[in-house]
């Protein structure tokens, strides 16, 4: 007898532990918070999205990301560099514009504004309203090529622009350029932001 309940005792199954309360509530406590915790980095992800696209859209209406082509505006701006233009009706002499010509953006430095007298020597002096212009900006003055008779006088609501390569560049001194008008100005330079060895904010 005592061997079949022993045998008997062996078929009954064995009963699982059942959780206390302590631990239902500890449990669901951490399945709540790993919930909390998805939907809060949901809720983030989101709002980053929203920021981006909202910062994305403001700087592509405000700003203009160009990449630096040829050497007229050496040494300022080399080659290769990628620089932020920022839109504005703001312009004056010694900033630097990109504006529209011939269906790509030129980069050049405003001289002179309307009703400016610009005058130019051999030696590549500039004088703006009969004053010499100081432009520690260049490493060497020449008068380049030029087909303007000098002194020159800016027609009104436009600007008169000059490289900062003064040998090489293409700008106002050019006749088939000119002065450049207030519709083709792109914006002003106003970030470096490539190479990361030459960022810098103009001023």
Known sequence: MRFMDKEKEKEQPKLTDIPSIENLQVELARVESGRNFRKALLNIAGVLVVVAAVAALVVTRVFVLIKVNGSSMSPTYEAGEVIFLRQTDDIEPGDIIGFYYGGNVFLKRVIGTSGDQIDIDQKGNVYVNDELLDEPYLTKKSLGK??????????????????DNRAVSLDSRIKSIGCVQSEQIVGKAVIRVWPLTRVEIMH
């Not at 087909?147 to 490289?163: A, D, I, S």
């Open 146 to 163: 030029c087909e303007l008779e000098f002194p020159y006088k800016v027609p009104k609501g436009m600007y008169f622009v000059l490289g």
